[in-house]
């Protein structure tokens, strides 16, 4: 059987083809697009375990960093043996702090932001404050929540 005529011509063909390839080339530069200038959208957890041997024996005026979620966390352990957990990035653009232990500073390289040893904003761009954990330890577990949460582990 033979059909007489064609019911969609060579350039209709080649209009949808080269149309659909433009749209999913369009799409996926968007999608890239979005994910470089919105790079930490999601959900963070309400708390993390840790091993309290890994972070509780760090040197006065240091700190160590933990996962939190998709983002860094720090370990602080103050002169004075205090320890506080706090969000490991800057408040401005959420570029990674690290912390100068001579200065008792924490610091964002990305835009030259500076916090106190309290976390407090003290020059630079950062709006706010950093964001401070809960840290309690129970038996062989740290646990590092966000300020308000009660955790409450199953009893094994």
């Known amino acids: ?31 890239g697009l979005l994910k470089f200038a919105f790079p ?17 024996n760090i040197p006065a005026n ?7 979620g998709g983002k ?3 370990f602080f352990k103050h002169s004075n043996g205090n320890t506080t957990a706090l ?6 653009m959420e570029c990674n702090i690290t ?4 200065d008792k500073k924490f610091y964002c390289a990305c835009h030259k932001g500076w ?3 309290k976390g407090k904003n003290i020059e630079g761009p950062p709006p706010k404050p950093l964001e401070f ?3 309690t330890v129970e038996g062989d577990k740290l646990i590092v929540a966000k300020k308000g949460i009660k955790v409450e582990l199953p009893k094994a």
């Not at 033979?2 to 369009?26: D, E, P, Y």
């Not at 969000?87 to 401005?92: D, R, S, Y």
């Open 99 to 102: 912390y100068i232990p001579q």
């Open 1 to 31: 059987m033979k059909i007489n005529f064609s019911l969609v011509t060579r350039r209709t063909f080649l209009n949808t083809l080269f149309g659909g390839w433009l749209l999913a080339f369009m799409g996926g530069s968007l999608y």
């Open 62 to 68: 240091s700190v160590k960093p933990f996962a939190w």
């Open 133 to 135: 954990f809960d840290v």
């Open 72 to 74: 860094l966390g720090l």
């Open 40 to 56: 930490t959208l999601g959900k963070e957890p309400d708390f993390v375990i840790l091993k309290p041997d890994d972070f509780l």
């Open 87 to 92: 969000k490991g990035v800057c408040t401005h």
């Open 115 to 117: 916090f106190d040893e």
